[in-house]
């Protein structure tokens, strides 16, 4: 032990332990400090009693020896730390030739294992700048998992740890799958094995074990996790195919057999897997289904699910049934029953074969579907809402062709709409102008009157907009102004983002309530008592039989009132106006599914009667808005 130190020790200001720990913290010896972080001895003054440490940012900090003793953490020359301090350069060359090595140097240096983040914080300033580091890693992650020494895990925050001996990735993975707690981490384990199959050398009895698992594993969570099994089945079917030394031993667990029986479920079972996986599932319903499958894809296109709606148009091409899924389009457009997502994906693919199904009519089924989703929190309409604005050859592509009649009475029901604003509707009107010059009129000469014309609305549809009238004024509304004003207080208002998203709430409840004040205002309610069954007229039912003798009937009822599923619509939609007017034996062309078929009008009788009558306060709301 260095003398002075001796001294110290004798003298009682220093313990035996403090002085034999300073021993090792002579000048130039690199340590740690817990806040202060790396630094080099610069001196002793022992007369002092103090150390003199260069941290860095922090030169020339004097240290009491008996804290120093306490609080300083000798490291090594060989320490990664200590290396760039002293040989930066080697260690960028380093960098590029030997990054496992870089690694290995790091996790020895922070005893065995460290998260991305720490051994990011190494890295970062001066070796790596924050975009080049993200690069770096995700390149060397991919070494590091062929390496065999180290154990890298799938989360991001979990340790990476250095291994004294060397596993191979094989055994790595099988290891993965069986100390996988949650089913959820076994099916993540199961596609590893699938993705490097290859490195196993003896699939037989490395992965059948696994094999058997799976299946047990799928029988036990049919009915309380459907989407799982789905998803494990998938994957042993992947793994099987693979590896041909492997057999199933439950053969009757299959994809087909499982869609069978949870058919009834498959709407909501999709969305919970990945888009690869509900491709598979999509692709086995001609096969499980059997006929009748279309009709559960239909079912599936309607539950407004994206990916569902890009992908099952690809399945029936593949069966060579696209005949029937353009007939249920061409149904959903001329009843305006198409949701928002059918619409969407029909817009971005109208180059391809579906180009036909884009016309005027579109139009009309897409400011519908609109309407509906601002009555639908969960809707998904804002996308269709943003194609319709951003591709400015959408509403063209509609037009190509169309009489000047046509493109009139669909720049009419534009102006109507409460889904734009003013200046949004004549961006819109603007691009029909333009391939119909001669319709400038429409919005010039006509606007005024069309803005005047009524709504024939039943009085049950026409309470429920007044009640979401009366929750904008009288609820929604002032608690935004009170989250605005609590927002406010929080200070700066250029970094305060609840005050931003409050404003933007408030732009949207003004404008919701503008919307229905027009909605109101142009609505006249009716229950459809005693309406002219000698016509078909608002209110009426309407019984059809085609030349082959099918009958069909039809509800035809107010602008507000459309459900297409049980055969009631508004008379604002082709089919209601194609009826209205007509009388018992008249002939009339109407599209179906399957194409434009004539009906003769057989039948007119009245319709229910709307039970929902005016309640008084109601009343004085309608006079108070301008709605009588």
């Not at 190494?122 to 590091?144: H, I, N, P, Q, V």
């Amino acid at each position: 032990m260095d003398a002075e130190l001796e001294k110290l020790v004798e003298a009682g200001k220093l313990t035996k332990r403090a002085a034999e720990h300073l021993e090792k913290l002579k000048p130039g010896t690199y340590c740690l400090h817990k806040s202060w972080g790396f630094g080099q001895v610069a001196e002793w003054n022992l007369l002092l009693n103090q150390i003199v440490i260069n941290f860095q940012g922090k030169k020339g900090h004097l240290m009491q020896l008996a804290y120093a003793a306490e609080h300083l953490t000798v490291i090594p020359p060989d320490h990664f730390l200590a290396r760039k301090a002293t040989d930066l350069g080697s260690i960028k060359e380093q960098l590029k030739k030997d990054p496992a090595g870089i690694v290995r140097n790091v996790l020895e240096s922070l005893g065995g294992s460290a998260t991305q983040s720490q051994i990011g914080q190494l890295m970062l300033g001066d070796l790596f700048t924050e975009a080049e580091w993200k690069r770096w890693w995700d390149s060397t992650k991919k070494t590091l998992k062929t390496e065999g020494y180290f154990l890298v895990p799938s989360k991001k925050t979990d340790p990476i740890q250095l291994r004294a001996e060397k596993v191979s990735r094989a055994d790595e993975l099988v290891t993965f799958f069986n100390q996988a707690r949650q089913p959820k981490e076994k099916a993540a384990a199961l596609d590893e094995i699938i993705k490097f199959h290859g490195e196993f050398s003896d699939p037989a009895s490395q992965l059948q074990p696994i094999v058997n698992e799976i299946e047990e594993l799928a029988a036990r969570n049919q009915r309380f996790n459907p989407a799982l099994v789905l998803e494990l089945i998938i994957a042993r079917d992947d793994l099987l195919q693979r590896c041909p030394a492997l057999q199933s031993s439950n053969p009757e667990l299959t994809l087909a057999r499982l869609i069978e029986e949870e058919e009834s479920r498959l709407t909501t079972i999709l969305p919970k897997l990945a888009s690869a996986k509900e491709r598979r599932i999509l692709q086995v319903l001609p096969s499980a289904l059997g006929p009748q499958w279309t009709v559960r894809a239909f079912q599936l296109m309607q539950s407004n699910q994206a990916r569902a709606v890009a992908q099952i148009p690809r399945v029936f091409v593949e069966a060579g049934q696209q005949a029937e899924l353009r007939a249920f389009i061409y149904r959903g457009i001329r009843e305006h029953s198409a949701t928002s997502e059918v619409l969407t994906w029909l817009g971005k693919e109208r180059a391809g074969e579906w180009r036909d199904l884009v016309t005027p009519d579109l139009l009309g089924a897409i400011l519908s579907a609109l309407e509906r989703d601002q009555h639908n929190e969960n809707s998904r309409g804002s996308k269709l809402r943003d194609l319709v604005l951003e591709d400015r050859q959408f509403i063209p592509d509609m037009f190509a062709g169309a009489e000047a009649s046509v493109a009139r009475d669909a720049m009419r029901r534009l102006m109507l709409t409460p889904v734009f604003d003013e200046l949004t509707k004549r961006s819109l009107l603007a691009r029909i102008i333009k391939l119909y010059p001669e319709l400038e009129t429409v919005i010039t000469g006509e606007q005024k009157e069309e803005k005047t014309e009524s709504l024939v609305v039943s009085w049950s549809s026409l309470d429920k907009r007044r009640s979401e009238y009366e929750d904008l004024i009288n609820r929604k509304i002032p608690e935004n102004s009170k989250e605005i004003g609590v927002a406010r207080s929080y200070g700066d208002l250029r970094e305060n983002f609840e005050f931003k998203a409050a404003k933007e709430m408030q732009a949207v409840l003004m404008r919701r309530k503008s919307e229905l004040e027009i909605m109101l205002q142009r609505a006249r309610g009716t229950n459809f008592e005693n309406p002219d069954t000698l016509q078909v007229s608002i209110g009426t039912i309407v019984m059809l039989r085609d030349t082959d003798g099918n009958e069909e009937t039809y509800t035809v009822l107010g602008a507000w009132d459309s459900e297409p599923d049980q055969r009631i619509i508004s008379y604002q939609t082709a089919i209601g106006q194609a009826l209205l007017g007509r009388k018992v034996g008249d002939t009339v062309d109407l599209n179906t599914d399957q194409g434009s078929r004539s009906f003769e009008i057989i039948g007119i009788d009245p319709a229910a009667v709307d039970v929902s009558v005016q309640e008084p306060e109601l009343e004085t709301q309608a006079e108070a808005i301008g709605v009588t």
